[in-house]
Structure formats: C-alpha cells, structure tokens
C-alpha cells in the first residue's frame, strides 16, 4: 500500500505536473492507472523475453474489432492488486468507484464479435499462449447514445481525447501499405505494383496481462498516417484546403469504426480498413519471424513458418475470407 501510494504521488507530479490543490478526478485517475501500468512494465518486458528464449509458436489473431473496453479494474484483478490499491486510494481519500468511472470505455468494437476477440486475448495470456492480437486502433469507437424526445441519437465516441494511459506508440516499426496503382509487365522480368497511394501504419502496443500468472501479452493496434503531413507548397499560396486534403483522406482509414456504407465511398473505405489490418500485420508477423531465435543467425527460411505461427482472421474480415485458409 506504501509502495502505490508513492508511485500514486509521483505520477501526479512528476507525469501529470500536479498536485492536490489543482488536480481534478481525471488527474487522479490517470495516476493511479500509471501507477498500475509501472506493475505491468517489467512483467511485459519479461514475457516478451522469455518468448523469444522458448521460441514457442505465435498466435496471431487478426480482428476489426477489438472491444477492450476499460483496463484499469481488470488490471488490478489479473495482477493481484486490487485489495491494495482501494486501501491506498482510501488512505488518499479518494474514492476508487470514482476514479473507475473517469476511464474511457476503449469501445473498439460493435458487440459480440468485438468483445469476443478481447476475451481471446485475456484467455490466451491466462493460459500463457505467446498471442498477439492485431487490429486498427479507431479514433472514434462504438458511438455514444443519448435519447432525445424518446429517440436514439448517436454521437461520435472521442475516446482518445484525453490520451490513453495504457497504450505505447511503437514509431520504429511503422509500416508502409499501398493502395490503387497498377501492375507494369515486361518480358522476361517480376511484375512490378507502380503509382500506388501510401498510407504509413503507426502501431501502438497495449498489454494484455493473464489471470496470476505474470504474463503479459500484447495487442498491437494500427494507426494509418499520411506520409506527409501537408502540401507545405499548396498552403504557401493559400490553398489551406488542398494541403491538408491528402492527409485526411489517408488518415480517415482508422477515424471511425465501421463508416456508413449506404453510399460508396463508405463502402470503399471499409474495404480499405480490411485490407489495410491484414496488409500491415502480415509485414509486421513477418518481421517477427525473422528475427526470432530460430531465424536471426542465418539466412531467412519459411520451412518453418508454419510450424512456428498460426494466425487467426475473424469473421469480421469478410473481404479477406476466401484467403483466409
């Protein structure tokens, strides 16, 4: 109780830049969560070795739809922390219920396709199965309901908006997915995919931690990023709009999850989304395997690829399903 109750001050200040006097609820829940994530650090960072020592076989599942919902109760739970960390929060004075309630729910899925891939994942690491899970990390999750007049409406779930506590971006392994072009053919020579449009994919990691068993998985979500962030020739003689035009249209592939696809460019962009999960994370599962024990030390070899990694689309994925066995 000593130990998080200062991890808890620290944070505050030295993370948050606060201290009692101005903090809000937000604050002190974003302490305590950091608090949390400093017990989760080393057993990833563990985990991850001890992966790479074994060598054992990956699973990589492979989803739209990642419903997470929020981390911090549950990572008190699978670390053993809870009891310890309401007694600390107690004796700051705070209340634990209303620290909860400040997290945003990470809403990255529709229902039950959504919530099933999470519960995978906690499986998987409870059951201390080397696992990955592979998504797209949606600026804007499942929408909010309010009932106004005694109808639904539907407003847009800016759940990144204060920032994510238990997520870490990953810019060192962003990846490059192309789209439309062309095929150019020659004679005698290896077909070659010209004039394409790239979109950068920007990974971010979050922990996945098993029930009491100090493993610690992880969930790697895809951001798409324009190469560019704007047209700085086009802004320099006023034409605002076009500079920043491109950018969005590469970044709108992870803005909302599941757009509308009653028009076709929402059907387009769905489209997009599936085909930019599975572009980016076979690179990404790729990598992996060539630079794993079995395979750093010498010359790449496939032989055994598939007795090393299973990977797992699903059923949300319908434009990759005739590939998927």
Known sequence: VAELKKGFNRHLHFTLVKDRNVATPRDY????????????????????QFYYEADPKRV??????????????????????????????YQLGLDMEDLEEMEEDAGLGNGGLGRLAACFLDSMA???????????????GIFNQKIKDGWQVEEADDWL???????????????????????????GKEPKW?????????????????????????????????????NLRDFNVGDYIQA??????????????????????????????????????LQDVIRRFKTSKRNCSGPLSFDSFPDKVAIQLNDTHPAMAKGRS
């Open 194 to 230: 010209v004039d394409t449009q790239v979109v950068l994919a920007m990974p971010y990691d979050t922990p996945i931690p098993g029930y009491m068993n100090n493993m610690v998985n992880t969930m790697r979500l895809w951001s798409a990023r324009a190469p560019n962030d704007f």
């Open 60 to 89: 990589y599942y492979l989803s739209l739809e990642f419903y997470m919902g929020r981390a911090l109760q549950n990572t008190m739970i699978n670390l053993g922390l809870q009891n310890a960390c309401d007694e600390a929060i």
């Open 244 to 281: 920043v035009l491109d950018r969005n249209l590469a970044e709108n592939i992870s803005r909302v999850l599941y757009p509308n696809d009653n028009f076709f460019e929402g059907k387009e962009l769905r489209l997009k989304q599936e085909y930019f999960v599975v572009a980016a994370t």
């Open 161 to 187: 908006r204060y920032g994510n506590p238990w997520e870490k971006a990953r810019p060192e392994f962003m990846l490059p997915v192309h789209f439309y072009g062309r095929v150019e053919e020659e004679e």
């Open 29 to 48: 829940y974003f302490a305590l969560a950091h608090t949390v994530r400093d017990h989760l650090v080393g057993r990833w960072i563990r985990t991850q």
């Open 126 to 140: 409870t059951l201390g199965l080397a696992a990955y899970g592979y998504g797209i990390r949606y600026e804007y």
